[in-house]
C-alpha cells in the first residue's frame, strides 16, 4: 500500500476550514462510511488535493482513499495544486488573488521555456506579458485587482491583521489598496524632502569651498 506523505509547500497552499467546517466533513466522511471522494497523490504518495480529508481520515482511524495522478514535470504538478485550491466555493476575490499569485513563478518558468522554444514576438503578445491575464483568468478576477492585489502583499505597510481581515472580508482590496497609495504617495514625498535636503547640503557645502 503506497505510504501517504505531506508536502508542507502544497499544504500551506490549502485555504483554511473553519472548526464547524471541519467537524461537518469529518461527520460526513465518517456517515459515509468509505463512500467520500479520494484523496489524490502524486505517484510518490504526496497529496496534492484532500489535506483535510487525509486529517480527518486519521483522527477517524478510517484507512484514506488515494487517486493517483502522475505529471510530466512539477510545475504542471504544481499549477494543479494551486487549481484545486481555486474551486473552493468559500473564497472571496482576494484569497482566490492570494493563492492564484502563487503560481506567477510557475507561469513565468513555463512561458519562459515556451518562449525559448517558440521565438520572441513583442512584449505584449508573449506568454510571459499575459501572466497577470492568466492569473486573474484563475482566480476570476481582472488583471486590474491582480496587480493591486500583488501590491497589497508586497506593501510592509500593509499589517497581518489587514491581510487577515482581507482573507475574512472584513477589508476590501480597493479598501486595502488604498493604503498602499498613501503609503506611495507619502514615501515620494519623504523622497522629494530628501533630495531637497541633498541639493541644499551640496549648495552649502560648495559655498565653504569657494576661496574667501
Known amino acids: ?74 510545475l504542471d504538478e504544481q499549477l494543479f495544486v494551486i487549481d484545486c485550491n481555486l474551486v473552493r466555493r468559500q473564497l472571496n476575490s482576494f484569497q482566490r488573488t492570494e493563492l492564484a499569485l502563487k503560481s506567477k513563478p510557475i507561469l513565468e518558468a513555463i512561458a519562459k521555456r515556451n518562449e525559448s522554444i517558440g521565438g520572441k514576438g513583442g512584449r505584449n503578445l508573449t506568454p510571459l506579458g499575459r501572466v497577470n491575464d492568466r492569473i486573474g483568468q484563475r482566480a476570476g478576477v481582472s488583471r486590474d485587482t491582480v496587480i493591486k492585489v500583488e501590491k497589497i502583499l508586497g506593501n510592509k505597510r500593509i499589517s497581518d491583521e489587514v491581510k487577515e481581515d482581507l482573507r475574512l472580508g472584513k477589508v476590501s482590496i480597493n479598501e486595502a489598496y488604498k493604503m498602499v497609495e498613501q503609503d506611495q504617495e507619502g514615501l515620494s514625498l519623504f523622497q522629494k524632502c530628501q533630495m531637497a535636503a541633498d541639493e541644499l547640503n551640496k549648495s552649502a557645502a560648495n559655498t565653504d569651498n569657494q576661496p574667501g
Open 1 to 74: 500500500n503506497r505510504r501517504i506523505r505531506i508536502n508542507p509547500e502544497y499544504a500551506s497552499m490549502v485555504p483554511k476550514q473553519s472548526p464547524e467546517e471541519y467537524e461537518s466533513l469529518k461527520q460526513s466522511i465518517k456517515e459515509e462510511n468509505g463512500l467520500y471522494v479520494p484523496i489524490i497523490v502524486n505517484q510518490n504518495g504526496v497529496i496534492l488535493d484532500g489535506h483535510h480529508r487525509y486529517k480527518a481520515c486519521q483522527e477517524l482511524a478510517i484507512e484514506p482513499k488515494a487517486l493517483v495522478k502522475e505529471f510530466n514535470n512539477e
